[in-house]
Structures are given as C-alpha cells and as structure tokens.
C-alpha cells in the first residue's frame, strides 16, 4: 500500500474515469491550467480540450450545461472552483438537475457530478471559505459526498462519476495535501457507507470531511484522560450510514457530532435528531452538536479562529459527554 | 411533426401547397390542444397553471418542420406547441395535463412540465430562461458523441433580460455549437409589457453582439418562420456554429388560462386577433385553390384526434401514491412509509428508510 496524497487521489480517479468512459468530461474555468488547486493538473494534455473543457465564468452555464449534456447521455464532472460560487449556479443544481428525472416522470436521467471545495482554507475570508453541506443534503435527488482522506478522495470520486444520480461531491480545501495510505484496489468506493476511523466504547463522534481529523486529534485528548472515543467518519452525507452510527451509539449510549459548517440548522442536527429519535431513552447523556458560530468567516487570523471548531473543544465536548448526566 | 432533415420548402406551387396544409394540420393540432386543455381546466380535469400559446403556433410549426427526431429541444413554461410540433405522443401529453397515469411524465410534471423524451423533447421548465444553458449542453453532449443532431433553444422575450441569455449565447458562440435559439417574443411577460424594461434595440442586437447571428422575421407568417429556420438550420448543420432566430407575435391570450390579462388594452388585442397565424395560413391556402370546406376539414380532423385524447384521459386512472416516492434518485432513494417523525426501530429495521442499493451502481 503506497501512499498518495487527496489531490493524487483527486487526479487519478478522474483521469481513470476518463480513460475508462468516453462519455466521462469535465467542464469549469481554468481546468487547462490544472484548475485552482491544481487537482486537474495534465488532464487537459492527456485528454484534449473537448473532454477537459475551459469554460467561461459561468457558473450557471457551467452548470445548466451539464445538466443538458447529461439529457443526451454524457456524463459531466462540473468543476465549481469554490463551493461559495455553486451558489451563482443554485438553479442548475436544484431545480434542473435534481429534479430533472422525477418531474419527467424519469424519462431522463442526470449523471453528473459537482465538484465542490469546501472549507476554511488560508484566510480566505467569507466567500471562499464556507460549507454548505446541509444545504444540498436537503435537496431530494441529490447524493452528497464528503471526503476525508486520501483513499476515499479517490474512491468516493470515481463512485461519484459512475453514479446514475447527480452527485455533489465536497473536497476540503485544506486536504489537498493530506497524505495517506492509497486504496488497495482502483474500485470505486461504496456510497453510503461510513467509517469506522477509530473504535472506541465510551462516546461516539460523527464527522465528515476535515472534521474527521479534528475529532481523531480530540480523540487522543480524551485518551490521554481515560475516554475511549469511537470516531466515525461518514464519508457520504446523503445517504448517510445511519445504521452505523445507529449501532454505534446503542453500544456507547454517547454522541457527540463535530462539524466545521456553521453549527445550526447543519447537517449536525439530522444525525443528533434521528440518533434521539431512535435511542434517545437509551442515551446515558444529552447528544451534544458542535459547529461554527452562526458567522461569516474572517479574514484576519483571531477572527477567523472564532469560526473553526478545533480539538481543544471537542476534546471538552467528549469529557462533558461522558460525565454525569447532570453535568451534561 | 418530424420530417427528413434538409427539407427544403419546395419550389413547386403543389409542394407548397401540401407543405402549408401540413403546417395548417400541425397548428390546428396545437391550438385543438390547447383548448381541450382550457375546457379541462374549467371542468376541474386539469390543475396548476396553463400557460396558452394560442396565437403563437407558427413559430414551433414552421422550426419544427426541419427537425429530425433526434435533434433536442428544450422549451418554456408555454411548452405545449414546441411539443406536439416535435411530435411527442398526444395521448401521453393529454394524460399528463388530467394528471393520469400513463401520462408521459407519470403524472409528475403537468402542463408546465410537459415532455417527451423519445421524440427529442427534453421538457418544459417552470423557470424563465432555464432552457438556454440546458439546450447550450445538449449541443454540446451531442457534440462529444459524435451524433450529428443538432438542440433547438425556445425562450421568451422576457427570458433574455436574464443572465442565462447571455451566458448560454456566449457560450454557444465561444464553442461554435450546433444551437438554434429561438425567441417567441410575444410581447408580454407574465403580465408586464416587455419593452417597459428592456435596455436597448432588442433581442437580435444582443444576439449578434454575443456573435450569435441573428434573423428577425414575422413569426405569424408560418411560411417565413418555415424558410427562415430552414435557412438558419441547414447554416447550423453544416457547422456554421449558432444561429438566433427573433420571431415576432403575440400571446392572445392570458399569461395563463386563468388570467383575463384585463391589462391589455382591448383594441390591440383585437388587432392581433386579426393577425391569428391560422387565419392566414387559411387564406393562403385559399389563395393557393383549396376551397373552405377542404380548410375547414383540417380543423375538423385534427379537433377529432385531440377530442380522442381526452376521452382516453378521462377514462384513465389516477397514479398510484407510492408513485410519489418513484424517480427521485437511486442511491439514498425514499421509501413510502418513511414519512416524517416516524420513530425508527433499532431492531432489525434499521437503515431501512432510504434504500442503498449497494452494488448495483457503481
Ligand atoms: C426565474 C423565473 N422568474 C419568474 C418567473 C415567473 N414567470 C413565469 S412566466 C413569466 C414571464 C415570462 O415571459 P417570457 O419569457 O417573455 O415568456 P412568455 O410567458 O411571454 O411566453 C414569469 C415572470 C419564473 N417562472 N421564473
């Protein structure tokens, strides 16, 4: 098992997509210069300009685009640069593609997928810094992928381009040089299963995308007080392994959810609500929801650490989690 | 109605003659439609809004007149004549606005969401505009698979005041894709007169500024819609890139069927009465020898298939609920029963509110 990094994990799954499925192109601004973060680095050389296509600052059009070439029979991956400017292309992705095939009665089917980078990233201030997960989660027809390592970059994104369903598809910003272990296999990854990253018995933790690694961090915190913190990584947001961490929490009776989007109405709040809903007289304390301060992020560095949900507090969340139900 | 692409408007006064009764057949079959849509509507068979393109159905019939089935189009809110003039299946179309089963969108789209995949119809929107970028795709989808179809574009002369025009017209030009737009611009939108708040000379100037060709015609008169698209769509398949065609007419009814549109003056709108496509095709054809009865028996015929249709709507049933949860989208797909509150049961159960389908997707 070598090692690779998220944005490897990124490049190769598309270009093995687009080798494999001559139906498979990908469209956005400057995917020729190997996009923003260079994930889309050589493609255009290797594949052509008809398959890795410049497109203007269009944002809808980028995106309506994709929808209509889907209609005929390809299958799009749409590039949106930054999460925040899938917001100029709402309409698309909402209206059209995920609602397309049921308003039609399914008579046409919209394979695409939306690559979105999400996240707190290098003072990158409000508009280019948010995640907007529980946005899309809330739209039927959508699958939503979220991932948080190197392997699942690679898999969930494959699986993502072979979905039949349209597919937003979240990469952290900060990620992209993360570096782990690569998949032992070039199969694409199981949508709708989560992860155990780390087993524990006395609290759960659910997160996704770089949240994950904030929890494993405030995992270790609370071992080093004698918490044994099971951390799951759900890896898709829609479905979502419910059944996971369903199992999970009646062997913890614990729960707590980190998430780095801002914390109310947040994707947090289905998995607290559908955990309470189904075990909640079996929870020996309250599920505890952690996010961002319902504020923009900043530019400056103390403003924007006030957004990001770190360690230190999770940490705090797991011990108050495992105390006395008084106490919670 | 689809025909062998390239068709030219024959020279002869006998292929003229035919093709205006085509035209005249085609036009009869849309505005028969649409008025069994309105008498629905009033009976209490067909719900939500309906919005009439009577008046208009010149512009649909003489594009259409070019396309073969596997070229696209996308389409508007007053999707009705874009659609029976690509031919889609009448019956399906008038299940669908009675919200039958068997309607060609199961019963989940209406009027406003008319479509007929298999004839090329990718679907009436509910949103202005929404059409162009889609249409702008299909182009280019086509394009990629090496298919030699062409995607014709409907919008209305309200939609280009949203930036959808003009980042689906840019885009057309930058990727010289085989698009043709055509504006129906009818003069209203919604109940808003659109030169009341359009910068500008209009329509075919932004289009030839975007580098879209343009060609404004009267698009009452079938016969120029006919040429004019035959024109701009032989340009287009040779691979001349895209094509605007600005065809001028008016809406004679309201925005919907529920909408008197007390906001228009009565004189214009009986002026344009005056100019009802059909009238004028009716006397060119009289003009061209055919006597009244022979006009009239096109009227005759094409309201017999659409009364036909909505007999067959009447006698359909009603889909079934759980249709309701069909289509939505296979991996993380609803399930009827797992309505909202419901507790779950961590016993075995669980899991079990959307499906996963592990396996078969990927
Ligand atoms: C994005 C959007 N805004 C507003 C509406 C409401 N609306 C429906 S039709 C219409 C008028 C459209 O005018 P035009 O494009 O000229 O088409 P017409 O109705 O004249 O055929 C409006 C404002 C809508 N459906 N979508």
Known sequence: ?328 | MTQPADTAPPATDNGRRRRLIDHHATMWRIRAFERAAEDGLAAGHVNGAVHMSIGQEAVPTGVAAHLITEDVIASTHRGHGHSIAKGADLNGMMLELFGRAGGACAGKGGSMHIADFKVGMLGANGVVGAGLPIAVGAAQGLRLLGRAAIAVCYFGDGAANRGPFLESLNWAAVFKLPVLFVCEDNNWSATTRTATMSAGPGIAARSEALGVPALSIDGNDVEAVDEAAGRLIGLIRGGSGPRLLHARTYRLKGHTVTDAAPYRPADEVAARWEDDPIARNAAELKALGLDDDEIAAIEVAETARIAASVTAALAAPLPDTAAAFDDVQDIGRPRPGAEQGQAWSTHGAMGGIWALDRGTQL
């Not at chain 1, 780095?260 to 709040?269: K, L, Q």
């Open chain 1, 1 to 328: 098992m070598s090692a690779f990094t998220y944005i490897e994990g990124a490049r190769r799954a598309l270009a093995e997509e687009l080798e494999r499925d001559h139906r498979v192109w990908a469209l956005g601004e400057d995917l020729g210069r190997g996009g923003v973060f260079k994930q889309y680095d050589g493609l255009q050389a290797r594949f052509g300009a008809e398959r890795v296509v410049d497109t203007p600052i269009s944002e809808a059009t980028i995106m309506g685009a994709a929808v209509g070439a889907a209609l005929v029979g390809t299958r799009p991956v749409v590039e949106m640069r930054f999460s925040d400017f899938a917001l100029c292309a709402v309409d698309e992705l909402v209206n059209q593609a995920a609602k397309n095939r049921f308003m039609f009665g399914g008579q046409g089917r919209v394979p695409l997928v939306v690559r979105q980078p999400i996240g707190v990233w290098r003072s990158s201030g409000a508009q280019h810094s948010q995640s907007l997960e529980s946005w899309w989660v809330h739209i039927p027809g959508l699958v939503v992928t979220a991932p948080a390592t190197p392997a699942d970059a690679y898999g969930l994104l494959k699986a993502a381009i072979r979905a039949d369903d349209p597919v937003v598809h979240l990469e952290h910003k900060a990620l992209w040089p993360l570096t782990g272990p690569a998949p032992e296999s070039d199969a694409p990854a199981e949508l709708g299963r989560g992860r155990i990253a780390r087993p524990g018995r006395d609290v759960t933790i659910v997160a996704w995308s770089a949240a994950v690694h904030e929890a494993m961090a405030a995992a270790n915190i609370a071992a080093a007080r004698g918490v044994d913190v099971e951390v799951i990584d759900l890896r898709t947001l829609w479905p979502w392994d419910a059944e996971m961490v369903l199992s999970s929490v009646a062997r913890t009776r614990r729960l707590v959810v980190a998430q780095e989007a801002v914390r109310d109405a947040g994707f947090g709040a289905e998995i607290v609500a559908t955990v309470t809903e189904a075990l909640g007289d079996r929870l020996e304390t309250r599920p505890i929801r952690l996010g961002a301060p319902r504020i923009p992020v900043g530019y400056s560095a103390p403003l924007e650490a006030a957004y990001r949900v770190g360690p230190d507090n999770i940490a705090a969340a797991l011990l108050r989690a495992v105390a006395s139900p008084a106490a919670a």
